[in-house]
């Protein structure tokens, strides 16, 4: 009976986990629906007329009455929705009134990029927000600590188009070292475009193993994602020094110390163990902000991903874009919350999923 105890256990806690992500993704779906509703509705109540959009500047009454019967904006409202509801759960958002082609097309387009931009942020959130936070907490009170604490303050503060046109002025323009702006150069992409494979410019330049295209677009990324990544950058100090001090006064940091154990042992692999939880979570946050954050900085960028695309159906009120970028992000943001939640339990045990 001894043996079947552990087994019982360890039962009891992957069907407490499977009932949890039940009940999270339950719950995701009732989200969803409230901000496809509440979405809708308010793009509905924006004046607009997504019909003479689609027929063009010169269209006849005519061909406006039957652009509207095409985009089935004759329906009453609470049919457009439950239609277009249908079209969703059957992979189809739609006609963009602006592009003329499937939606699902241009997210195929755009969300790559934009992804590709917020991956790169959190690396430098994470390479550069992490260390300064843990050297901020291990040498408190001294000029690097300080430093870090205003550097902190400053990427919090400094709005992100200000930040863009410092960078883009000193880098680009001062120094020349960096690109202005654009995904690759011009040159590039009208006499030695690269073949789209998966959307993502440098993993596609790696599969086809041109080097060139994997330099252009990496330095093209360099000033757009560290634009991106300020916010995250202070976020992740702040954090990152504060449960660090706090897990640096524990009893058992005092007895490693008095171990003789090295200082890089203690601070990054006892201290930094137990005080990396939070940060986690802010890193994850960070990351589903981005991906609407980042709208601003792909246009001060020119960067073709979502938010441009976003910016660009806001202006000419496109609807139906506007509600799936929207459900995308969304989805991003409810499944990054469960990830953080799965990843906060298997770390800390303390931590229950119930």
Known sequence: MQSVGPYLSLRGTILGRIQYIVRRLLLAILVLVGVSVVTFIIARLVPSNPAHLWAGPRARPDQIEAARTKLGLDLPLYQQYFLYVGQVLRGDFGISVLTHMPIVNDLKRYLPATLELVFFSMFFTATIGVPLGVLSAARKDSWLDHFSRVFAVICVSVPVFWLA??????????????????????DIAVF???????????????????????REALVHSILPSLTLASYGIGLTIRMTRANMVE?????????????GLSRRTVYFQLALKNAIVPTLIVLGLTFVWSLTGAMLVEIMFLWPGLGTYLFNAV???????VISVTLVVTVFYVLTNLALDLLQAAIDPRVSLE
Request: proline content about 5%.
């Open 192 to 214: 030695s475009p690269l073949d789209p494979i998966t959307g993502f410019y440098l993993l596609d330049a790696l599969l086809s193993r041109s080097w060139l295209h994997f």
């Open 247 to 259: 897990v640096l006064e524990e009893n058992y940091i005092t007895a490693a110390w008095a171990a």
């Open 165 to 186: 046109l410092i960078l883009q002025m000193i880098f680009a323009r001062q120094l020349g070292v960096l690109p202005l702006g654009g995904r690759v150069s011009r």
């Open 315 to 321: 202006r000419v009120i496109d609807f139906r874009v």
